[in-house]
């Protein structure tokens, strides 16, 4: 069986290096996209996990298919096409070392995957099925995702959702809360910031809108990260807020992602049952997941700063 099944966006983030004395911008190109990432964490702690997504034929695509396969992550899934690039994204860091993302995606391969390209048959023997929303801001793949998480639930998935919104990638902000609200009825387990609970709720007070989307849209356990505050997990009816830990952050690209294949991982060998949760095992994947996000804002990039196993325990011992 396999841990965790994902499909999404699969693309090279541009990440800035320190700026030029000439004047000239300096990026470095890591392999990205939010759901490979989670798979790259997961996959760092032991988890079985397998990709769906499309890449171009080019030099782009080639890198991605080889850091996906080199974390462990099964790319039977793994469309190359002959017609699409490989879709980009830059990413520039403000003072607070905050990122904001500018994605290269006309024509371009991430987008463009069919639902006749995906082989369902993996939901059979995944026990969860993991999405986000980039992959559903345009056709064809908002069609294809869809109909993959309505197969994951009639396999018998955990369905996992992270709506990851990117507001400059929807044609218009109106359809991205309906399809994401939309997509929240069929997802067990979901994770958001704290910006996008306010607009999925209007509700800037973070107890009160988690309760309000937990109730309206039968989920199971909802996850809402902070930032360098930590996070907090309303699962079963308990609500638990936990602190992060202190780091010296450099980069947090992929942050999110980092902790949420850690939080996957304490749902599937951490013991948190999200259907009948205890306090302290909400609070020990808190705990785990926190430590893994700070850890990789303390490298550069998203796949190439995942923590190991070792690494998390020992900041959760140390300051736990
Ligand atoms: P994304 O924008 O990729 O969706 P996100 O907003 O969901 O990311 P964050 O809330 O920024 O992600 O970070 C996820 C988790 O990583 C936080 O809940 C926290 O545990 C940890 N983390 C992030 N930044 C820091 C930091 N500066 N110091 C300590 N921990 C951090």
Redesign the pocket.
Known sequence: TRDIVALGECLIDFVPLPAAEDGKLNFSGCPGG?PANVLACASRLGLDTAFIGKIGDDAFGRLLLDTIQNCGIDTAGMIVSKDYLTTLAFVTLDEQGDREFRFYRSQTADYMLREEEVDETVLAYSKIFHFGSVSMTKEPSRTTTMQMVKKAKEYGCMVSYDP?LREFLWDDLYEARKIISHMLHDADIV?L?GDELEFLTGTDTVTAGMEALCRKYSISCLVV????E??LCLCGGILVKRL??K?I?ID?V????T?WGAFLYQVLRGGLDIKHPEEKKIAAALDF??AA??IS?TRAGAIPAMPSLEEIRKLVGVEG
């Open positions: 939010a990851n994770k910031s990260t902070m930032g360098a930590g996070s992060s830990y780091v952050t947090t992929g942050a999110g992602d902790f997941s926190n996000g700070a804002t």
